[in-house]
T-cell receptor, first 117, second 114 residues
Framework: AQKITQTQPGMFVQEKEAVTLDCTYDTSDPSYGLFWYKQPSSGEMIFLIY??????QNATEGRYSLNFQKARKSANLVISASQLGDSAMYFCAMRGLSGAGSYQLTFGKGTKLSVIP | DGGITQSPKYLFRKEGQNVTLSCEQN?????MYWYRQDPGQGLRLIYYSQIVNDFQKGDIAEGYSVSREKKESFPLTVTSAQKNPTAFYLC?????????????FGQGTRLTVV
């Protein structure tokens, strides 16, 4: 079974500052992928970044980076230089990459980020 | 452009009625999913399908039914047995493993019981 825990229901950050959103996970799959999604108030889910469990480097996509610590089972999202448009819900998710787990995508409860001007 | 189309965007249901939410994808993805999202909550898996004519229950399948007769289509029926169906429903699809296996989502259907 897979489990994602996001312990921060809400976060505030000053515009242009960096912010870290926490995510811890648990899985029995030997290989897996970790994802972060952004959900604005419109409801659409926007894919931000992906980290494979065997990737040696932490993933980066523009202002987004993933601080992956495999031994601690954490996959925190770092947003640099926050913008007002970053205000949204952020979800951490995971998916097994082999066997029965490869089709099941499990989400955390999300963190609501508010960027303050 | 490839993507996932959900319809309708808003849906109102009377007590005791069945309603069907549509989900179509042209991404040639193998797997499709239905999630339910309640206000301020994460996404909970209702059903998923790995292949045509096959599907599995997720964490909250009671009161819902699905079919997968075509690779492109995965409709969800909310039956009268679902006691609290008011929620935001998201359909998603993924391809088989490896890098870039992020899920693509539709725009969602907001269902309200009146």
């Amino acid at each position: 079974a897979q489990k994602i825990t996001q312990t921060q229901p809400g976060m505030f950050v000053q515009e242009k500052e960096a912010v870290t959103l926490d995510c811890t996970y648990d899985t029995s799959d030997p290989s897996y992928g970790l994802f972060w999604y952004k959900q604005p108030s419109s409801g659409e889910m926007i894919f931000l970044i992906y980290q494979g469990s065997y990737d040696q480097q932490n993933a980066t996509e523009g202002r987004y980076s993933l601080n992956f610590q495999k031994a601690r089972k954490s996959a925190n999202l770092v947003i640099s230089a926050s913008q007002l448009g970053d205000s949204a819900m952020y979800f951490c998710a995971m998916r097994g990459l082999s066997g029965a787990g490869s089709y099941q995508l499990t989400f955390g409860k999300g963190t609501k980020l508010s960027v303050i001007p | 452009d490839g993507g996932i189309t959900q319809s309708p965007k808003y849906l109102f249901r009377k007590e005791g009625q069945n309603v069907t939410l549509s989900c179509e994808q042209n991404l040639n993805h193998d797997a499709m999913y239905w999630y339910r999202q309640d206000p301020g909550q994460g996404l909970r898996l209702i059903y998923y399908s790995q292949i045509v004519n096959d599907f599995q229950k997720g964490d909250i399948a009671e009161g819902y039914s699905v079919s997968r007769e075509k690779k492109e289509s995965f409709p969800l029926t909310v039956t009268s047995a679902q006691k609290n169906p008011t929620a935001f429903y998201l359909c998603a699809s993924t391809r088989r493993g490896g890098r870039g296996t992020e899920a693509f989502f539709g725009q969602g259907t907001r269902l309200t019981v009146v």
